[in-house]
Nanobody, 119 residues
């Protein structure tokens, strides 16, 4: 059974930093692309950052480029999202997701962790 467990969310002030972690189990982590997504109240879920299975490529939403960094530790089956210079518009539930390298869509999801940025 695949499990993705996020941690590290919280309430911070604008300009602060947070690091989210996602621990994966029940899958061959090194063979999966990993991603962070977020959903704010009243908005659709959006992709924030993704990292390929071999760490060869990363991709970021324009709104977080230069502020957020995605990374992974295949030895620990964990993916991270370092978030710097946080803004109130970053407030959302952040979800970790995984897909096998040969699959087109993310199909494993975590339960989400709340990030709230006050102005």
């Amino acid at each position: 059974q695949v499990q993705l467990v996020e941690s590290g969310g919280g309430l911070v002030q604008a300009g602060d930093s947070l690091r989210l972690s996602c621990a994966a189990s029940g899958l061959t982590f090194s063979m999966h692309d990993m991603g962070w997504f977020r959903q704010a109240p009243g908005k659709e879920r959006e992709s924030v950052a993704t990292i390929s299975w071999g760490e060869r490529s990363t991709d970021y939403a324009d709104s977080v480029k230069g502020r957020f960094t995605i990374s992974r530790d295949n030895a620990k089956n964990t993916v991270y999202l370092q978030m710097n210079s946080l803004k109130p518009e970053d407030t959302a539930v952040y979800y970790c997701a995984a897909k096998h390298r040969f699959q087109p869509e993310y199909h494993y999801w975590g339960q989400g962790t709340q990030v709230t940025v006050s102005s």
